[in-house]
């Protein structure tokens, strides 16, 4: 069983940035893929990042390559998502994931274990 909790969310302004955390428990998760995802309101989870389990391949979504950073720290247990240049369209629920693979998986079926997310308000 892995537990996965994020922080980092809260409330910015347009143009501002954040970095949000995942911190893994359990089960040793340094040798799965991981990925972050978001659900705006009343919309889909999507896919952001995914990082492969040694932080060698990274997959960025278009919409938010370029702003967004995946990574991850294996003896720290930890992921991270640095945002820049947040837009009020990226305000949404974002959770953190961990797939059953060592490679990347792009999609929320590949994913078995979730943190229960955390809130980002992008304020216009």
């Known amino acids: 069983q892995v537990r996965l909790v994020e922080s980092g969310g809260g409330l910015v302004q347009a143009g501002g940035s954040l970095r949000l955390s995942c911190a893994a428990s359990?089960?040793?998760?340094?040798?799965?893929?991981m990925a972050w995802f978001r659900q705006p309101p009343g919309k889909e989870r999507e896919t952001l990042a995914a990082i492969s389990w040694d932080g060698d391949n990274t997959y960025y979504a278009d919409f938010v390559k370029g702003r967004f950073t995946i990574s991850r720290d294996n003896n720290k247990n930890a992921m991270y998502l640095e945002m820049t240049s947040l837009k009020p369209e990226d305000t949404a629920v974002y959770y953190c994931a961990t797939s059953q693979s060592q490679s990347i998986r792009i999609g929320v079926p590949w994913y078995n274990y979730w943190g229960q997310g955390t809130q980002v308000t992008v304020s216009s």
């Open positions: 359990g089960r040793s998760f340094s040798t799965n893929a």
